[in-house]
Nanobody, 121 residues
Framework: QVQLVESGGGLVQAGDSLRLSCAAS????????VGWFRQAPGNEREFVGA??????YDADSVKDRFTISAEYGKNTVYLQMNSLKSEDTAVYYC????????????????WGQGTQVTVSS
């Protein structure tokens, strides 16, 4: 059974940093493209970025502040978020899929339960 578990969310102040983790069981991240999404109340789910062996994709809205990395030996992917803003407040999800567009469009089979990030201004 595949399980993705996000952790690391919390309440921070604007300008702070936070690192989210996504740990997998039942699949090997090194064989997948792993993406991060976020969803704020009343908003649609938004692609944040993704990572694969060959590199990373970052959404333009967070490119200069967020960084995705992976420790494939630990089957874990990270989302480092710096210079957080109130508009970054959302539930953050990780997902895994086989194709870049599949992941970027959120058309994947495997999702975590999400972790809440709240940024106070």
């Amino acid at each position: 059974q595949v399980q993705l578990v996000e952790s690391g969310g919390g309440l921070v102040q604007a300008g702070d940093s936070l690192r989210l983790s996504c740990a997998a069981s039942g699949l090997t991240f090194a064989n997948y493209i792993v993406g991060w999404f976020r969803q704020a109340p009343g908003n649609e789910r938004e692609f944040v970025g993704a990572i694969m062996w060959s590199g990373t994709y970052d959404a333009d809205s967070v490119k200069d502040r967020f960084t995705i990395s992976a420790e494939y030996g630990k089957n874990t992917v990270y989302l480092q978020m710096n210079s957080l803003k109130s508009e970054d407040t959302a539930v953050y999800y990780c997902t895994a899929g086989r194709g870049v567009n599949t992941v970027k469009e959120g058309l994947t089979d495997y999702w975590g339960q999400g972790t809440q990030v709240t940024v106070s201004s």
